[in-house]
């Protein structure tokens, strides 16, 4: 088995196996549960308190004066998610092979920012890599408390709409269908509400090109949303959404705020760990979530470059509020930019989670209204045609 030579401030050369070196023999051994284990293992997602784990944990080790390697391989072993601990191996393998330690974690965008690398680098650079992985673990879990309250906010209403289509369907093609052969045998003229649903159920159980229309509609369906995830991707859809987003009434308050609050916290931190403002404001741009911030910080960033200030920039510009624009220029003119946009970031996460909140209790009840009312259309569209008949019934008799 290859091995290479390694030294560690010592005289002695310590002999350490590669792990990439190991991978295509071990693999050539493993039984097939363990290849499907392997392979479930690439799937199994990178979870944010993952994340906050392995920050904190690296960061009281190596403030215990644990070297950056030993550290990794203990969290290897201690972690349970298959997945990070294969990326762990790789870092591991990357920092032995003579990277360092951000550079490493760079490659793997998809679960190191590149405000979390910065940090790392800066770290690294100014002997103070404990203390920004502890603060990286602090931001990291505020991100994600956000998100959560946010994703919390909105899968209730998502999973009633889906509830209620998934029903919906159900009752166009397997009910109505029967229903219809009752209103046949009654005889007289259905109500517009009732026609209305035969109508749409004879669609559905139809065929068109030898495929029942059922599956035709949910093949569209399935398509317009790729369709729609694939066009938000690109260059023009990414800031057409944004754009959009920020006008939804009261939802764009709340994207607004969500995006000021991530500006003003990776901003905050960046700075606070050394970061110039310039390089800071790059970073910050692609952490807001929402493309038109993230050009209009960018382009902030531009002017910084020219010498022209933040708060000069944001001035009369609708995407930052007054407040946040006057107590920006106090923080650049008093050198406090780090303190200042930290208490913004504090401000607008309580504004946050003080909107989702109200957003939630306005939600249910709505919901419990829509809900009311598509039920009430379904039941009077099927009992009316029966009372009418039962009416008929006991004029004739």
């Not at 550290?71 to 294969?86: A, P, R, W, Y």
């Not at 920004?132 to 931001?139: F, G, M, N, R, S």
């Not at 009434?249 to 931190?269: D, E, H, M, N, W």
């Not at 913004?344 to 009840?365: F, N």
Request: with cysteine; glycine share 6%.
């Amino acid at each position: 088995m290859p091995t290479t030579q390694l030294h560690i401030g010592s005289a002695a050369p310590l002999e350490m196996v590669k792990p990439r070196e190991m991978a295509p023999e071990s693999k050539r051994h493993m039984g097939i549960m363990d290849k499907i284990n392997d392979y479930v293992a690439n799937f199994t997602p990178v979870k944010s308190s993952d994340l906050v784990s392995f920050f904190r944990l690296l960061a009281t080790m190596i403030n215990a004066g644990i070297s950056i390697v030993k550290g990794l391989q203990i969290l290897e072993d201690q972690i349970e998610n298959l997945h990070f601990k294969k990326i762990i191996r790789d870092i591991v393998f990357r920092i032995e092979s003579g990277n360092s330690f951000s550079e490493a974690l760079a490659s793997y965008p998809k679960y190191f920012n590149d405000a979390q690398v910065g940090m790392v680098e800066m770290g690294e650079a100014t002997g103070r890599l404990n203390q920004t992985l502890l603060q990286i673990a602090v931001e990291t879990e505020k991100s994600a408390s956000l998100t959560s309250k946010i994703k919390g906010a909105m899968i209730y209403p998502v999973v009633v709409i889906f509830i209620m289509l998934g029903a919906g369907f159900a009752v166009m093609t397997f009910v109505m269908p029967k229903i219809k052969e009752m209103f046949t045998s009654l005889g007289g003229e259905l109500p517009a509400m009732t026609t209305f649903l035969i109508n749409v159920s004879d669609f559905m159980v139809g065929s068109t090109m030898g495929l029942p229309n059922a599956l035709w509609v949910i093949v569209i369906i399935v398509a317009l949303v790729f369709a729609f995830l694939w066009w938000k991707k690109t260059a023009a859809g990414r800031i057409l959404w944004g754009h959009a987003v920020l006008h939804i009434p009261v939802f764009g308050k709340l994207s607004q705020k969500v995006a000021i609050a991530r500006f003003c916290r990776s901003l905050s931190t960046l700075i606070n760990s050394g970061v110039s403002i310039i390089k800071a404001l790059r970073i910050t741009a692609g952490s807001v979530g929402n493309a038109v911030y993230e050009k209009r910080i960018n382009a902030i960033a531009d002017d910084v470059k020219q010498g022209i200030t933040m708060g000069e920039n944001m001035k009369d510009d609708k995407l930052f509020p007054n407040m946040v624009v006057g107590m920006i220029s106090v923080a650049e003119q008093t050198a406090q930019i780090d303190i200042i946009t930290g208490r913004i970031a504090d401000y607008y996460e309580e504004e946050v989670s003080d909107m989702v909140k109200s957003l939630s209790a306005l939600i249910e009840p709505l919901i419990i209204v829509v809900l009311g009312l598509a039920v009430g259309f379904l039941v009077i569209s099927v009992m009316l045609p029966i009372l009418q008949s039962s009416d008929l019934a006991s004029s004739a008799a």
